[in-house]
């Protein structure tokens, strides 16, 4: 072999074994880095005592992965006064007992949740460069279906809101919460058209609303609100809608940050249309003259076809909610 083919092959070499390291680490190492990311969000009316929200997303949970699990148990030592879930909690047909197990310690804390197309069906093997094509699709014939049932059992148990196409409200330290939500638009079952009205019904079945109260100068005293919107997937049509709809702060996961990143130019792909820079964490989202914060979880799992990560470890989200 000449010089120049010996140097081809050391390369070559050399680049093999370095996919393979980042593989192992990927997939052995970082993706069970589980992570808290903090941040503060300033949202509030002035004077407002702040709130502590817990987003989780994206566990994808399997039966057998008990540090996922106890990991999840752990943050209920941060005391949250929300906890938000924006799907895809079930990555095998028995999750639903490794969610009930991580869940039980926030029995008690108020909670909302939305559906991820992985409530209601399991993963399956996929080729990953079809990824930089479009969105994945889902075909429904080829899924199995998962126990969506016996989740939402789980969730009410806890005493948490099922958001998907309604709108609710919680009074939480002195800040009255709208809150809406959508069921997963990655699989088209998003119902914008019924927001609106779920709002209009929100307002005006509450008896503080400035809507409820047909003389202007008789209603009560403003009182400090906040409207937040949550979506598993954040497609630009969910978010603008949310934000001409009065929300402030939104909710989403589903994108997994990327999964795979390439450091210091981030995620590859993102599994939706929202622009890469916000594949993750915590931005703005501007839509016309309105403008709300936009939290994108990176997720805590992966599809058990897909165990892997790299440069985008798992994450948990706590937003500290402040006065403006």
């Not at 806890?158 to 997963?184: K, M, P, R």
């Not at 709002?199 to 409207?227: F, G, I, K, M, Q």
Request: glycine share 10%; with cysteine; aromatic share 8%.
């Amino acid at each position: 072999m000449t010089t120049g083919g010996k140097t081809v092959a050391v390369s070559l070499g050399a680049v093999a074994a370095a996919g393979l390291a980042a593989f192992a680490w990927g997939s052995l190492v970082e993706r069970r880095l589980f992570t808290l990311r903090e941040v503060t969000v300033p949202v509030l009316a002035p004077g407002s005592d702040p709130i502590k929200v817990l987003h989780l997303s994206d566990l994808h949970m399997a039966p057998w992965q008990r540090d996922k699990q106890d990991w999840v148990r752990g943050l209920a030592d941060l005391q949250p006064d929300l906890v938000v879930n924006t799907g895809d909690n079930l990555g095998h047909e028995d999750g639903v007992s490794g969610i009930e197990y991580a869940l039980e310690p926030f029995r008690g804390v108020p909670g909302i949740f939305v559906n991820g197309s992985n409530d209601y069906f399991g993963p399956m093997l996929k080729n990953p460069l079809r990824y930089f094509g479009a969105p994945s699709l889902l075909r429904n014939a080829m899924h199995q279906k998962l126990d969506i049932d016996s989740l939402h059992r789980v969730f009410a148990s806890l005493g948490w809101t099922d958001l998907n196409n309604t709108a609710e409200a919680l009074d939480i330290n002195g800040t009255h919460l709208e809150l809406f939500g959508v069921d997963d638009p990655h699989i088209g079952l998003d119902r914008l058209d019924v927001i609106t009205r779920a709002v209009d019904d929100l307002r005006a079945n509450d008896p503080l609303s400035d809507e409820s109260w047909p003389d202007p100068e008789e209603a009560a005293a403003p009182r400090p609100t906040l409207t937040v919107g949550v979506a598993h997937a954040p497609y630009q049509r969910v978010l603008n809608s949310f934000v001409n709809h009065g929300a402030q702060l939104i909710l989403a996961g589903h994108t997994h940050g990327g999964q795979v990143c390439v450091p210091r130019f981030g995620a590859l792909v993102t599994n939706c249309d929202i622009p890469r820079k916000q594949v993750k964490g915590l931005s703005l989202w501007d839509s016309g003259l309105h403008t709300a914060y936009l939290n994108v979880s990176a997720g805590l799992g992966t599809s058990i076809y897909a165990p892997v990560r790299f440069a985008c470890p798992p994450e948990a989200t706590l937003l500290t909610l402040t006065s403006a």
